[in-house]
């Protein structure tokens, strides 16, 4: 059973376009990671969020954590072809060090 | 200031051989993290180490596995009698100490081929 689920697992839009990518659970997280992934490399953490309900940006970059603290999003404005790559969230559960992670949204920016 | 270190970035193993994968944490961090990737697959937590110390070793396969973190060195995780199932990525994460789940550099990973 996958903890988080994450949706779309692909998604192939044109530069200019704007898209949603959601991280879902019926379990509750005391934070939740956004990272993006390129091939041949490792995960880069994007953003961190903590408390139900806040919103982060980073530039193009928006993300949202739910209020019950389950449930996560990332909005990305005017997409360009570098933000091409997986997507991946993760969670941290109560005291635990280790991160659960979604199996990711592939993203594809065509110029 | 240097990431995570991990080496070496590519290991071709022959089914039964041992492979040892390194991992230096961020200077400074005392929290180690290892986990698996396969093809398509996010990231599957594998041990967690401080320093001479197993924290959770809950996602470790009970056999052929094992994890360390000595005093002084990298840590390393050990792979006995590889079998063609153990082809994957392998990455290493730090952290500083707690609160637990904050400050996350990954290293680029080993990527473990049994042939």
């Known amino acids: 059973t996958q903890l988080l689920e994450q949706s779309p697992q692909f998604l192939s839009i044109q530069e200019g376009e704007n898209l949603t990518v959601y991280c879902n659970s019926s379990s509750v997280f005391s934070s939740l990671q956004w990272y993006r992934q390129e091939p041949g490399e490792g995960p880069v953490l994007l953003v961190t969020?903590?408390?139900?309900?806040e919103v982060k940006k980073l530039k193009r970059l928006t993300f949202q954590f739910g209020d019950a603290r389950k449930d996560s999003s990332l909005h990305i404005t005017a997409a360009q072809p570098g933000d091409t790559g997986l997507y991946l969230c993760?969670?941290?559960?109560?005291?635990?060090?280790?991160?659960?992670f979604g199996k990711g949204t592939k993203l594809s920016v065509k110029p | 200031n240097a990431g995570v270190m991990q080496n070496p970035r590519h290991l071709v193993r022959r089914r039964g051989q041992e492979a040892r994968l390194r991992c230096s944490p961020v200077?400074?961090?005392?929290?180690v993290y290892w986990y698996r990737q396969l093809p398509e697959e996010g990231l599957k937590f594998m041990v967690y180490l401080q320093k001479e110390n197993i924290i959770d070793e809950s996602g470790m396969p009970k056999e052929r596995f094992s994890a360390e973190f000595p005093k002084e060195g990298p840590s390393i995780l050990r792979i006995q009698q590889v079998v063609r199932g153990d082809s994957a990525a392998y990455f290493c994460?730090?952290?500083?100490?707690?609160?637990?789940?904050?400050?996350?550099?990954f290293g680029s990973g080993t990527r473990l081929t049994v042939v």
């Open positions: 200077k400074g961090h005392s929290h």
């Open positions: 969020v903590v408390t139900g309900g």
């Open positions: 994460a730090s952290s500083p100490p707690p609160p637990p789940g904050y400050g996350y550099t």
């Open positions: 993760a969670g941290v559960r109560g005291s635990q060090g280790n991160l659960i």
